[in-house]
Each structure stands twice: as structure tokens, then as C-alpha cells.
């Protein structure tokens, strides 16, 4: 009686076949709720358009979720933490960009702050995003060091736990992205004074692993590009960037990584324990 149940068992066919889901893990600019907020209207769409499912995997800071992507738990990304030469020897490749305004990597203290000076940080405590933010930590912190400057480095997590420990007296001044800083002040009704500024580098990139086939990539890649031509795509663009008080044609457009020079520049001169 058993064998015969058996039997019939494996003699039922297969009904369902198993849907690849490909991670994608966009660096926290803001808190966790406001970062999904943004990304999972993108991702749906793009997963629709595409017929390539996207999941959205973050961690609680942006250091968290760099973690994911150096683990190999990550097949896109919205980042600018691969520039780096050990790196570049992952084999990630940039398909993409936000098409926003040039930005900056800037140390900033509030509006009515007595520091006018980058001098007078010397031995106060700055706040950064976190250890792996290049625009936001490793270039202005490089700066300070270029400077002989010393300073207590302190992580808030992402740029606006930075700032709101700034805006609470916690530390004295911020390792900022411009962009992202200009986001949390119109949000926040804040103002800074800017006591650094480098030059203008571009927004973080849109970047696919290599084990992901090629055909799922660039099924990906013209989903992500297609929204700024697209009915659906441009209203999506114009809520997520209200959200995040980008402008609302911040559309992503194709890149062939050309854009980063600056970023592998940095690298070359930048101190070991920053690269």
C-alpha cells in the first residue's frame, strides 16, 4: 500500500517553477523608512518593466548594507563604495546614474555656529555618516587629515542621524553630501554654514554584479533609464523626489562609469585607512 502511494507521489507533475529574485541594495542616504520610501516605488516599476523581480535589501546604517553587497548577498546597487582598487577586483560594473546636480563633499557646522574656521575642529567631535561613505566621511575626513587637523570621528549611521546629532549640540560639525545635507535642510528647516567644499563629483551610480546574467542586467538597466520616458515612470520619479526634496525630473540615465573618475582618483591619494 505504500509503494503504491508512492507511486502516484511521484508521478504528480511539478505545477510551480521557482522565481530568481535578485536583491538590490541602494546605500542609506536617509533613515530606513524615508531610503524605502524612495527606493520601493522605483523597484517595483522597474521589476514590472523589466520582468526581472527586485528586492530591496537594506541594513540598519549604510555601512550595514555595503556589508551585504561585499558579502555577495546583492546583485544591484546604488552606491559609491566599489570604487576602491581591492574593489574594483569584485567585478561590479556601473550601468547607471541619477541624473542630478554636481555634488559635494563638504564639512559643515549650523548657520549661528562661532566655528568659522576648519582649524576650530581640532579635537571636537565631527560626525559622519559612517565608515564606508565616500563622499560623506572618507573625503572630507581625508581633507582634515591633509590639513593635520585631529579630530573624534563619530557615526550617526546614515547623513541625517548625522545631522540630527549636529542639531542637538552632540558634535560640532558634519562630513556632508551636499545633496544630501540641502535635502535635510529644506526638510528640517535647517540652515549650515559651509566650511569646506570639494569639487563637484557626480551622484552615486547604479551598479549590477557580475553573476547576474547578462540579459536580466540590461533588462534591468532599461527599466531603471526608460522611466524618464515613460507616463508611469516620471510620476513615480516625481513622488519618491518629493520625498527626499530632489528635484522632480531626477531621472536615472545610462553610464558607462566614465563619470567616477574622480572617485578612483581619490583613491590613489587617499590614506590607506580611508581606501
Known amino acids: 500500500m505504500l509503494l503504491g502511494l508512492s507511486g502516484l ?6 505545477t510551480a517553477q521557482t522565481v530568481e529574485i535578485y536583491n538590490f541594495s541602494p ?27 527586485l528586492s530591496l535589501k537594506i541594513g540598519r546604517t549604510s555601512a550595514d548594507t555595503t556589508s551585504y553587497v561585499l558579502a555577495k548577498e546583492v546583485d544591484f546597487a546604488f552606491t559609491n563604495h566599489l570604487f576602491s582598487p581591492d574593489r574594483q577586483q569584485l567585478g561590479w560594473k556601473v550601468f547607471g546614474r541619477r541624473k542630478t546636480p554636481p555634488l559635494h563633499a563638504q564639512l559643515v557646522v549650523p548657520a549661528d555656529s562661532p566655528i568659522t574656521d576648519l582649524a576650530q575642529l581640532a579635537g571636537q567631535d565631527v ?5 564606508e561613505a565616500l563622499v560623506a ?44 545635507v540641502e535635502s535635510f535642510a529644506r526638510r528640517e528647516k535647517k540652515a549650515y554654514r559651509i566650511l569646506w567644499s ?26 531603471f533609464v526608460g522611466m524618464a520616458t515613460d507616463v508611469e515612470g516620471m510620476e513615480i520619479i516625481r ?18 562609469g566614465s563619470e567616477y573618475k574622480a572617485y578612483y582618483d581619490f583613491f590613489k591619494t587617499a590614506p590607506a585607512h580611508l581606501r
Open 239 to 256: 513622488k519618491v523626489s518629493k520625498l527626499v526634496e530632489l528635484t522632480e525630473d531626477a531621472v536615472f540615465v545610462a553610464s558607462n
Open 127 to 131: 560626525a559622519f555618516p559612517g565608515p
Open 137 to 180: 566621511y572618507k573625503m572630507p575626513y581625508a581633507h582634515l587629515l591633509s590639513r593635520g587637523i585631529d579630530i573624534k570621528v563619530v557615526f550617526g549611521g546614515n547623513m541625517d542621524a548625522a545631522l540630527v546629532q549636529l542639531s542637538t549640540g552632540k558634535v560640532k560639525a558634519v562630513g556632508a553630501n551636499s545633496q544630501l
Open 27 to 53: 546605500v542609506n542616504q536617509y533613515g530606513i523608512n524615508l531610503t524605502a520610501a524612495y527606493w520601493n516605488p522605483i523597484i517595483a516599476y522597474v521589476s514590472q518593466k523589466s520582468g526581472v523581480k
Open 9 to 14: 507521489l511521484f508521478l504528480v507533475p511539478a
Open 198 to 223: 570639494s569639487d563637484p563629483v557626480y551622484d552615486l551610480a547604479l551598479m549590477v554584479s557580475s553573476k547576474v546574467p547578462a540579459k536580466e542586467a540590461k533588462a534591468v538597466a532599461d527599466a
